[in-house]
C-alpha cells in the first residue's frame, strides 16, 4: 500500500514539469502535490524490495502524469524496480525515455540486463556509454564482466580489463573480484589466479570467487586448499563459500571432511541458509547417506526452490521414489512454482521406477506451470518409454518433438534397446546418431556396446576407431571407497594396492561362497571378442568388486560398505553384489554414474530396474 506523509506539505512553487492543476481524487494520486520525488524514491524501494509489481507500475503512472520521470533519480529507481521484478525490457524503456542519463542511470540498466540473463544487451549499453564519452566505474564494470562470463566471452572480457587497467580500477577489490570471477567462469583459471593473487586487498568474494572456480573446474585440491588458507587468513567466509566447498566434497564423496565442514557451518550459524542446505543434502545423498540429508532438509526453515530440487534428485537416487511424489505436491502446497529441474528430477523417478503413466502425466503438468519441454525432458521421457519396453512409443516421440532430437534423446533409445536386446532399432538410432556429425565419448563407447552385445563386432570396432582418430581414449572404470582421510582406487584386474593379495584372497573366498548360493556369471556383459575362459577371468575381477573385497577386510560387519564408481555398474556384478550382500550379511551401498544401489540381504534398493 502507498504511504502518504502524515501531515500536509507546503505545495511546491510551479514548475514546467510538474502540472499545476488539482489531481483527480484517488488513493495513488490524492495529496500527489504533497509528495516530493524523494518520497517517491522511498515508496519506489518499498515496492522494489515486496516485489510488488502492480502497485508499482500504477506508482509508474503517477510519476509520468506527475511529470517526474525527468529526475535522474527517479528514473534509476524505476529502472531498479523493473531490474527486480524481472521486466528488463521495461527498465530499457524508462531508460531511453530518459532525457538526463546520469552515471547512476546508465548504471542501473546495464546491471539490470545483466541481473535478467541478457548479456547481449548489457554489453551492447556498456559500448554506447563509453561512446557518449562516460566512464565506466565500480558499479558498471562488475556487470560487464557479468555478462561477458555467462557469454564465456573471454575476448571481450579480456578487452574490459584493459579499460579497468587504462582508466585506474584495478586497484579495486570489487571491479577486481569481478574479473577473476569472469576468467574463471571462461576457463581460463590460470588468469583468474594470476588477478587474485595480485589483488592488494582481497575480500570473501574474492576468495569465494576463486574457489567456486577451482570447483566447477574439478580442480579440486586447489580448491580445497585454497579454502583452508582463508580459514587460516580468518576470512569471514560466507554461505556461498561454504556452499562450493561442501559440492567439492560431493563431487569427490569425500564424506569425512564434508562433515567436518558440516560442523564448521554450525559453529558459524550458516546451517540455516538454503544454498548451504542443498549442498549439505547434495553432499550427504552423494556419498550413499540419504539420512543427514533429510535432517538437513526439516532443518532448514526457509527454503529456496533449489534446496527443494536438491532433496528430490536425492530421493529419486536412492529410489524413495514416494517421497519424491510427496515432495513435490508439497512444493505446490507451499507455492513454490516448479522450474525444470523439478520437473526433470520427477522424471527421473519414474524412468527408473517404470513408472509409465506417472511419467506422462508429469510431463503434460508442464505446460500447466509454463515450462517448455527442453532437451533434457524429452530424453527422459524416451528413457521412460525405452526402459519400460515401449520402444515404438519412444520413436513415436522423437518423431514428435517440436526441437530436433539430440544425442541425449539418441541415446536415451539407445539405452532401451540394448536392455530389450532389440539390435534393428539399435541400428536406427546408432545411424541418427552419426548424421549428428561429431558426438561425446560417451555416445561412441554407447554405439560400441550395443554392437558389440548384437555380436556385430566390425561395427563396434568402427566405433572405437572412432575414438582413437580423434585421439581420445574410452573412459577407465573406477571404483573407489573412502577409509578415514584416505580414498582407496580400483581398476579392474588392479594389483597395485598394498593390500593386493588379501583383496584377491577375500575375493577369491566370496567367488566361491556365492556360487554355492546359486550364483552363474553372466558373461555377455564381457564386450569383446574372447574366449569363455577369458570372460569368466575378466569380469571376476570389475574394479567395484575389487572395492568390496577391500571393504570386507577393513571395515567392521556392523558399518555399511560404501563403494563409488565412475561408470554404469554392469548387470553380473550387480547380481553378485545381491549375492554377496546375502552371504556376508553386510550392507552394501554401490553409487554408479547414474544413482544408488543399497544392496541388504540378497535385494537391491532398485529392484533390479536400473
Known sequence: MLRVAAEPLPSPSPSPHIPNHKP????????SFELTYREICTLL??????????????????????????IPLVSHHLINFYSKTQRPLFARQVFDEATLK?????????SSFAQNELPCLALEYFRRMIGERRFPDDHIFPSATKSCAILGDFSAGSSIHCLVVKIGYD?????????????AKCGQLKTARKVFDEMPERNVVSWTGMIYGYAQSGETGEALSLFKQALYENL?????????VLNVCGNTTVLELGKQIHGLCVKTSFDSSSFVGSSLISLYSKCGVIEPAYRVFEEVRIRNLGMWNAMLIACAQHSHMNKVFDLFKEMERFG????????????????????????????????????????????????????????????????????????SVWGALLTGCRIHGNTELAAYAADRVFELGTVSPGMNVLLSNAYAAAGRWEDAAKARKMLRDRGVKKETGLSWVEEGNRVHTFVAGDRCHVRTREIYQKLEELGEEIEKAGYVPDTSFVLREVDGDEKNQ?????????????????????????????????????????????????????????????????????????
Not at 586497484?171 to 576468467?183: E, Q
Not at 512454482?337 to 503434460?364: D, T
Not at 555398474?569 to 547414474?594: E, L, P, Q, W, Y
Request: proline share 4%; glycine share 6%.
Open 236 to 244: 569471514d567466509v560466507n554461505d556461498f563459500t561454504f556452499s562450493s
Open 171 to 183: 586497484f579495486d577489490v570489487f571491479v577486481n573480484s569481478s574479473l577473476l570471477d569472469m576468467y
Open 336 to 407: 513454490l512454482k516448479p522450474n525444470f529441474i523439478s520437473f526433470l528430477c520427477v522424471l527421473y523417478a519414474c524412468s527408473h521406477a517404470g513408472l509409465v503413466e506417472k511419467g506422462k502425466y508429469y510431463f503434460e503438468l508442464m505446460n500447466k506451470y509454463g515450462v517448455e519441454p527442453a532437451a533434457h525432458h524429452f530424453a527422459s521421457l524416451v528413457d521412460l518409454l525405452g526402459r519400460a519396453g515401449k520402444l515404438q512409443e519412444a520413436i513415436s516421440v522423437i518423431e514428435k518433438m517440436p526441437i530436433a532430437p539430440t544425442e
Open 102 to 110: 546520469s552515471a547512476t542511470t546508465w548504471s542501473s540498466v546495464i
Open 538 to 610: 575378466t569380469i571376476r575381477y570389475h574394479s567395484e568388486r575389487l572395492a568390496i573385497a577391500f571393504g570386507m577386510i577393513t571395515f567392521p560387519p556392523d558399518r555399511p560398505i560404501r563403494i563409488m564408481k565412475n561408470l554404469r555398474v554392469c548387470g553380473d556384478c550387480h547380481t553378485a553384489i545381491k549375492f554377496m550382500s546375502k552371504c556376508s550379511g553386510r550392507v552394501i551401498i554401490v553409487r554408479d554414474n547414474n544413482r544408488f544401489h543399497r544392496f541388504e540381504d540378497g535385494k537391491c534398493s532398485c529392484g533390479d530396474y536400473w
Open 24 to 31: 483527480p481524487q484517488n488513493p495513488l494520486n490524492q495529496s
Open 45 to 70: 524501494l518499498s515496492l522494489t524490495y515486496a516485489r510488488n509489481l502492480t502497485k508499482g507500475l500504477q506508482l509508474h503512472a503517477h510519476i509520468i502524469k506527475s511529470g517526474l520521470q525527468t
